[in-house]
Structure formats: C-alpha cells, structure tokens
C-alpha cells in the first residue's frame, strides 16, 4: 500500500502543445521553489492551497477511458520534483502504457537522474532561466539560486540518452540580447532549445503585470541566433534519443562555468 499523500492540483485531459507531435494530459503538481517574477502560475507555485486536489484513482481511470486517444501525459508545476512521490506518479502512468514527461526548473538533479535510470520518463523540458551566473539567475527566479543543481541538471540531460528540451521566457527587463546569446552558448550541444516570449498580465510580482516583452521582429532574431548557436553542436535539433552525444558536449563543464 502506498504511502504517498498525491497532491495533484490540476488535469487537463488533452493538450495538443505540451509534447509536439502527440496528444498529452497533462498533471500539476504545487509548489516551488522558486519565485520568478513573471510567473503565470501564481497560485499553483505558492502551494495550490486554493486550488481543489484531484484523485490519482480518478485520473487514472479517466486516462483508461481516453487510451488509443491520448498518449503521453505531462507533469508540470510549480516544481514537480520537490515531490518525493513523483517517481510513483510515473510509475503508475507507465503501468497504464503512457509515455510521459516532465517540466522541471533543474533545481532536483537527484530526482532527475533517478527518473532517468529508472526509465520512468522519455521526455525533459527544463526552464534555464538566464546565463548560468549566480546574479542573473538570482534576478530571474527571486531566490538565491541553487546554481550547482542546475548545472548539474543540464549535464545529466546533455549525457544521457533522454530525450530534452531547454526552454527560456525572456523579457527586456531581465534578459539583455546578450544575455540570451551567452545563454545559447551555455547550451550548445543540446537536443533541442525553445525561447518563449514573455506574456504580460497576471504575474507572481504585480511589479511585472505590464512589463513589455520583446518585439515580434526582435523575438523572432533571438530565436533564429539562438538556434544557430545551440546547432553548432554535430547534433541536430529535435534528433531523438539515442543520437550520439555532440562533439560540442566535451567542452560543456568549461561553458556551464563561464
Ligand atoms: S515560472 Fe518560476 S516560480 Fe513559476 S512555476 Fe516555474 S520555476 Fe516556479
């Protein structure tokens, strides 16, 4: 009998924008550790205290309903890994045949590598806020940053054969061009990169509610540099698991350092 108390605080039953290329439900889990902000989960990031707790038993039944329809399930936040029964919440969608994913900050490479090895997710998509130094990332997720952890985290994803993407929401306030383009440098070599446009309104810090994001001709620049950058890499973007690791990955200690 388990003894897990499973905190769900949110399912959709399909997305279409959670994983390309399949049909995923998606679970929230709250809580987290950061606060970055211009967050748009508020609520669940502070503790979901408001939010109601879904039953897994019912989530669980309702996929079985939706199976040969929906495939893949992804598990976000808040910070799903602060969660010590994540592993078994996977473990249970994997008995039901689902491939699954997780959306993480990097903050739990413990909890990250043992989901790896012990096959419990086939997909990574994890937040790397800014450039890998302590004052930018402080500024970007309004904690001390655990910048060890995050390292650590996109190490394992760039050497293991899982498949991963880095993703990062900009803004001018917090992220200069620069900034971005030291960041894809950081991250050359990995299996796939996404930079997201930040969207004002209802943020973590009111301060941030009417912040202006980059410009479309600007954001679209970012996007097309950032890529190149990341490419340089002898791995092809978006090349599935089991692709060699990148040549560009035997300098990767030295770039998550600089
Ligand atoms: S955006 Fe930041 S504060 Fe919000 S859930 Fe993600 S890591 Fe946590």
């Known amino acids: 009998m388990s003894t897990c108390s499973y905190k769900i605080k949110g399912f959709i039953e399909t997305s ?5 290329g399949r049909l995923t439900a998606v679970l929230f889990l709250p809580g987290c550790n950061f606060r970055c902000p211009y967050c748009h989960n ?3 990031a502070l503790g979901g205290h408001r939010l109601p707790t879904w ?6 039944e309702r996929l079985k309903q939706l199976q040969g329809w929906v495939d893949g399930v992804c598990i976000t936040g808040g910070e799903p890994t602060l969660h010590s029964c994540l592993p078994e919440i996977f473990a ?9 994913k997780l959306d993480t900050n990097g903050s739990n490479p413990e909890m990250l590598e043992g989901l790896i090895d012990g096959g419990l997710v086939d997909y990574v998509a994890m937040d790397v806020k800014a450039p890998l130094n302590r004052f ?7 904690v001390v940053p655990p910048l060890d952890n995050i390292r650590e985290s996109v190490h394992i994803l760039m050497k293991k054969d899982i498949h991963h993407q880095f993703r990062t929401t900009i803004l001018p ?3 200069s061009i620069e900034d971005i383009l030291r960041l894809a440098e950081q991250l050359r070599g990995a299996m796939g990169y996404k930079l997201q446009n930040f969207n004002p309104g209802n943020t973590l810090d009111p301060a941030f509610e009417n912040e202006p994001p980059y410009d479309h001709t600007t954001f679209c620049e970012l996007q097309r540099r ?3 950058i990341i490419s340089l890499s002898g791995r092809a973007i978006g090349r599935s698991a089991g692709a060699d690791l990148p040549l560009a990955s035997r300098g990767l200690e030295a770039r998550l350092q600089a």
């Open 226 to 228: 950032s890529q190149d």
């Open 16 to 20: 279409f924008i959670d994983w390309p």
């Open 136 to 142: 930018a990332y402080a500024q970007c997720t309004g």
């Open 55 to 60: 039953p897994i038993s019912s989530i669980l």
């Open 92 to 100: 249970l969608l994997k008995n039901q045949g689902l491939k699954t």
């Open 42 to 44: 508020a609520d669940l």
């Open 173 to 175: 306030k917090l992220h």
